[in-house]
């Protein structure tokens, strides 16, 4: 790298800008700049943004590296959830035939799903089979 070069990395570093954008900028190798930017001390900090719980507003503490924090205990993600279900990804309730008492129920998609309820199951399986007592 030349002069002009270094100078518009680190100027482009400045503003805000990665190491994949610079590098296609400029038309130089990615490890390139990488290099460049570590050896010059141009690599970004990490940025301790502030979140909060999305229930009580507290703040939580974020450990680096992990998945982001939106809720500060289970009280409060199931207080969320329970006013704001709109916002839930579900999947297609499926249509099922229980075994045991021959009814149509709907239930999220699942492998080893037969049964409407576990009343249904203990009946097929331990009532159905004759007296076992």
């Not at 690599?43 to 450990?63: F, H, I, W």
């Not at 993600?77 to 229980?98: D, G, M, P, S, V």
Request: net charge positive; proline share 2%; aromatic share 10%.
């Amino acid at each position: 790298m030349n002069i002009k070069e270094k100078q518009k990395v680190m100027k482009l570093r400045s503003e805000g800008l990665g190491y994949k954008k610079i590098a296609n900028e400029l038309n130089i190798s990615i490890n390139t700049i990488k290099s460049f930017c570590r050896n010059n001390y141009l690599t970004s900090e990490y940025v301790d943004s502030k979140t909060c719980c999305k229930e009580c507003g507290r703040e939580l503490n974020q450990a680096e590296h992990m998945k982001v924090r939106q809720f500060c205990g289970p009280k409060c993600k199931q207080a969320w959830w329970n006013q704001h279900r709109n916002q839930a990804k579900r999947t297609i309730l499926e249509e099922y035939i229980c075994p045991n008492c021959e009814k149509t129920f709907h239930a999220y998609a699942r492998d080893n799903r037969k049964y409407c309820s576990r009343t249904c199951y203990i009946n097929a399986r331990f009532k159905q089979g004759g007296n076992r007592e």
